[in-house]
T-cell receptor, first 111, second 116 residues
Framework: GQQLNQSPQSMFIQEGEDVSMNCTSS?????WLWYKQEPGEGPVLLIA?????ELTSNGRLTAQFGITRKDSFLNISASIPSDVGIYFC???????????FGPGTRLSVLP | GAGVSQTPSNKVTEKGKYVELRCDPI?????LYWYRQSLGQGPEFLIY????????DSGLPNDRFFAVRPEGSVSTLKIQRTERGDSAVYLC??????????????FGPGTRLTVL
């Protein structure tokens, strides 16, 4: 079946630093979503991407839909302690309504 | 309520027992999804409802798992003869079905199921 890979698996950064993470797929997707999940809660949608090459921002977060349609990137600028959490990408192809989720990138921000 | 709610928040049961997990979607959301999340993993799709009908149940792992949504709102995920491997957080999400909004799934806090 389809699989998504996310890198890095985890990262420790200093407050104020910028963060980059990516998600790659073995299949072409036509929609990419980025979620953040905190302990004991469900994932919260951050950004949705619908077209190859699309670049979308949400505050300090920017995500891009890769040109090949097999990858997506999420950047966080000037990180703050509340950015701590697990960031998941999710992709959907042309085959149905289901989203496939990646294994997540765990972000820790050191004050 | 404003968001998706799930009950119970935690459920501990013994191997072989039957459990029901409930999801209350956001009012007006016609699409409802169930996912299972194991420790250290992303959510794994189980089943998707559009209105009252299961539009896609391809993610259900076996016939011990069943879900219903009789009135197109609240949904119940039912697990028979639970096994230790069923232990996970079960997440519910809902979305509108208008245009691109169906992609924007809003998740509940999940039910943590522990099978002893």
């Amino acid at each position: 079946g389809q699989q998504l890979n996310q890198s890095p698996q985890s990262m420790f950064i200093q407050e104020g630093e910028d963060v980059s993470m990516n998600c790659t797929s073995s299949s072409i997707f036509n929609t990419w979503l980025w979620y953040k999940q905190e302990p004991g809660e469900g994932p919260v949608l951050l950004i949705a991407l619908y077209k190859a090459g699309e670049l979308t921002s949400n505050g300090r977060l920017t995500a891009q839909f890769g040109i090949t349609r097999k990858d997506s990137f999420l950047n966080i600028s000037a990180s703050i302690p509340s950015d701590v959490g697990i960031y998941f990408c999710a992709g959907r192809g042309n085959y149905g309504q289901n989203f496939v989720f990646g294994p997540g990138t765990r972000l820790s921000v050191l004050p | 309520g404003a968001g998706v709610s799930q009950t119970p928040s935690n459920k501990v049961t013994e191997k072989g027992k039957y459990v029901e997990l409930r999801c209350d979607p956001i009012s007006g959301h016609t699409a409802l999804y169930w996912y299972r999340q194991s420790l250290g993993q992303g959510p794994e799709f189980l089943i998707y409802f559009q209105g009252t009908g299961a539009a896609d149940d391809s993610g259900l792992p076996n016939d011990r798992f069943f879900a219903v949504r009789p009135e197109g709102s609240v949904s119940t995920l039912k697990i028979q003869r639970t096994e230790r491997g069923d232990s996970a957080v079960y997440l519910c999400a809902s979305s509108l079905m208008e245009g691109q909004h169906y992609n924007e799934q809003f998740f509940g806090p999940g039910t943590r199921l522990t099978v002893l």
